[in-house]
């Protein structure tokens, strides 16, 4: 599609491609990526993430920017448009805005965190604290109804200036800002904790495979990490699919985005990894790892405060490019649908979002005795939306495409009205038939009876 207005469609099929990413890099990447690969036996996990990202994830991750192309719509009016004889079809758009709503309520309490890591780090609040004592300001600092909300506030107004000045203006000149510094930093991370003493067993423990590690839990972990780091089923994708040029390849531009969201989950395992084991810490610390475990690996290298500095920043930015993708679901949805200009959805929207964060925050303090069916309020919200919102989206956005919208405007829409040839078409509308639905009812099972 070519833009024309600001409001409307990305200059270059780069900028889609930096958008897209990293809308796609976020903690998931940096911090949960890592920890995953950790728990689950190192190499081998990371053979099979990589397996299910360009089998799996790539043609999902296709089907939802076809949609978002095709219709040139928000994630709610792009059914309207491509079935407006089935309402039920809106279902998936309204689930994908809820989804959204939901994940960035919890999503910025952690994104928060990072802020408030780069301000310890950097005014050396951390340098000379013992394990326990970082693990215990962590604590406190959670616990607290007064500063987590504070940084939760102001990532949510960065995110919100941002998404105010519109695609061009704003989503894809600041990503293009953004994803350079982003790689730059990873870079320096991994070049930092390769030099120290003892990384080579991290770099074994990532890339030399112990097969005797994996199980059947280890691959749905692998198949929900693959999809979770692509931002599907959350109306993300199609968001921003419905902003690419009808000119750009989607096969291409779906490639590029996967192996750049790729590579950067692995390089954040470099950065990590050879530094645990350097200082003969546990890589199965679980959602620890960066906030309690990496601190006292940083107090004991030389230039330690510098490298937290960085790191958390690289972490902040990664969580950054992800909430602007978070809020233009729900902003796209407020503008062409409820006719609000982009500032006042923007606002409203992010108000919304901090009255919700609001109680994700205090549910690890003053509302930690608030659970639901067991689970605190944060915990329930990502319970929802990883098991099931996200997983139960994704499906339908698949079986939309492959058993719904017309094969022949499928195939038109990927060879761009027959300019391309698409050779890869057949195997990609297999997957999307048959294999991708039953692997992701495999994720929802899963994640319901466990």
Known sequence: ME??????????????????TGGAIGLGNIWRFPYTVGVNGGGAFIIMYIIFVFLLGVPILMSEIVIGRRSQQNVMGAFKVLAPKHKAWLGVGVLSIVAALVIYAFYSVVAGWTLNYIVLSGSGQLSGKSPAEISQ?????????????????????????????GVQKG???????????LLVLMIMMCIRSLTLDGARQGIDFLFKPD????????????LGQALFSLSIGMGAVCTYGSYIRKQDNLFTTSLWIAGADTFIAILAGVAIFPAVFAFGLS????PSLVYEVLPNVFNSMPGGMAF????????????????????????????????????KSAIILSLAVFTIGVFCTLSFGPLSHVTIFGLTIFDLCDKLTATYMMPIDALLFTLFIGWYLPKVDVYDELSNSGQLKARYFKVYYFIVRYIAP?????????????
């Open 3 to 20: 833009s024309t207005n600001n409001n409307r469609g990305f200059s270059s099929n780069l900028g889609a491609i930096l958008a897209a």
């Open 308 to 343: 937290a500095v960085g790191f958390f920043m690289l972490l902040s930015i990664a969580a950054l490019t992800s909430t602007i993708s978070l809020l233009e679901v729900l902003v796209l949805w407020a503008v062409e649908e409820l006719h609000w200009s982009r500032r």
């Open 438 to 450: 039953l692997a992701l009812l495999n994720i929802l099972i899963a994640g319901i009876i466990s």
């Open 283 to 286: 890589p199965a610390a679980g």
């Open 211 to 222: 097969f005797s590690k994996i199980n059947g839990n280890s691959v749905l972990d692998a």
């Open 171 to 181: 989503i894809e000149k600041y990503t293009k800002i953004l994803m350079p510094i």
């Open 137 to 165: 300001m962590f604590a406190d600092f959670t616990h607290g109804s007064f500063w987590p909300l504070i940084y939760q506030f102001i990532f949510l107004g960065l995110t919100a200036s941002i998404i105010i000045l």
